[in-house]
């Protein structure tokens, strides 16, 4: 029985229920579903059907409705992707292409000796303070997002666990004599 703090897979794809699912999304669900395979939570009819179902599915409750009886942290589920990651990318073309050429337009001076030379080179260096601006607003983003001095985790030592959770391992490569013979 879940209780009142656990939250499943299944929860963060309904509250987007009417979104239609992209590809990426079902991959990550049939992910899902082959973790719960291998940890004998599913049948090998069960993944097939459930993963014809997913290839079917639409939406995120469609999605929802594939893995509702998951638990998330069994399938080690991944953040779900930014919505404005789009909107994002877009501010930042317009940032680099046309927001330069605006201001070097309106920087540019008038009159009757301004030359195309003139008008070239302005734009020139704008648009080359612009890039410049935005490679050090990238660079120190990164480097603020990530902690310094601080290494990953490093998983817990003896055997990793097998299917049935003894420490056999999932599979293994067939061994070689050791005599230095073979019958090739």
Request: proline content about 10%; charged content about 20%.
């Amino acid at each position: 029985m879940a209780g009142p703090g656990d939250e499943t897979a299944a929860a963060e794809l309904r509250n987007r229920g009417h979104l239609r699912a992209s590809h990426a999304d079902r991959e990550q669900v049939i992910g899902t579903l082959k973790v719960a395979f291998v940890q004998g939570r599913l049948t090998e009819e069960e993944l097939g059907a459930r993963v014809d179902q997913v290839y079917a599915s639409r939406t995120y409750a469609e999605l929802a409705e594939v893995i509702g009886d998951i638990p998330a942290e069994l399938a080690g589920a991944q953040a779900p992707r930014d919505p404005w990651r789009a909107t994002k990318i877009a501010w930042r073309v317009v940032y680099a292409m046309f927001l330069p050429g605006i201001v070097a337009i309106i920087l540019a001076p008038g009159g009757p000796r301004t030359t195309g030379g003139d008008i070239v080179v302005l734009t020139a260096v704008v648009y080359l303070l612009f890039w410049i601006l935005g490679v050090s607003m990238m660079i120190a983003s990164r480097s603020a997002k990530r902690p310094r001095g601080q290494l990953p985790p490093r998983p817990a030592p003896g055997p990793a666990p097998g299917p049935a959770g003894n420490g056999t391992p999932l599979c293994s490569a067939p061994s070689r004599p050791r005599g230095g013979t073979s019958n090739d």
